[in-house]
């Protein structure tokens, strides 16, 4: 390139640069501890291009994904397994989940795989994607690729339910 036309060529990416920035459809997240395990990259690379309506967008941490714009599901792969819970636990499709519906007053959820190593949370916006879209979109990964722990869904009543007494000898 001629030495005259460098300073256009500069001028002309720094005029374009604050436009291209601002199509930039990237998701801004941060990975789980355990993101480098290899079954989150198995997960990630086999994550649908669409969930309940929405398209699957880029995001900048390993092991994460994103769909909606604005983003309305935002998945995350490598979370240490969760311990029982008091919270709900909901089986859908052979995957269990604990569902926190602590921000429901702002639509929102977050969904924890339980009995899953590693972990995959999503947080969602329920009005914009529906908690059985993504089970059902999301399902066959973790049951192709996150390993079973053994932990379970049970009822509430299942773990506070009084023993039969044992025969007396």
Do not use: H
């Not at 789980?32 to 290899?38: E, F, R």
């Not at 792969?77 to 007053?105: H, I, K, M, N």
């Amino acid at each position: 390139m001629p030495r005259s036309s460098r300073p256009l060529a500069l001028l002309a990416a720094l005029v374009l640069l604050p436009g291209l920035a601002a199509c930039s459809t990237t998701v801004a997240m941060e990975p789980a501890k355990l993101a480098n395990d290899p079954a989150c990259a198995s997960v990630i690379a086999k994550l649908p291009k669409s969930i309940s309506g929405q398209q699957r967008r880029w995001t900048d941490a390993q092991a994460t994904g994103a769909w909606g714009d604005p983003a309305s599901i935002l998945m995350t792969c490598g979370l240490e397994p969760p311990a029982p819970s008091t919270l709900p636990c909901r089986t859908f499709d052979g995957v269990d989940w604990l569902v926190d519906e602590s921000q429901a007053a702002d639509n929102r959820y977050t969904l924890t795989t339980f009995g899953r190593s590693p972990a995959l949370q999503v947080y969602l916006d329920f009005d914009v994607a529906s908690s059985g879209d993504v089970a059902q979109a999301l399902g066959p990964l973790i049951r192709d690729y996150l390993q079973p722990t053994g932990s379970a869904c049970t009822a509430l009543s299942d773990a506070t339910a009084t023993p039969a007494p044992s025969p007396t000898p």
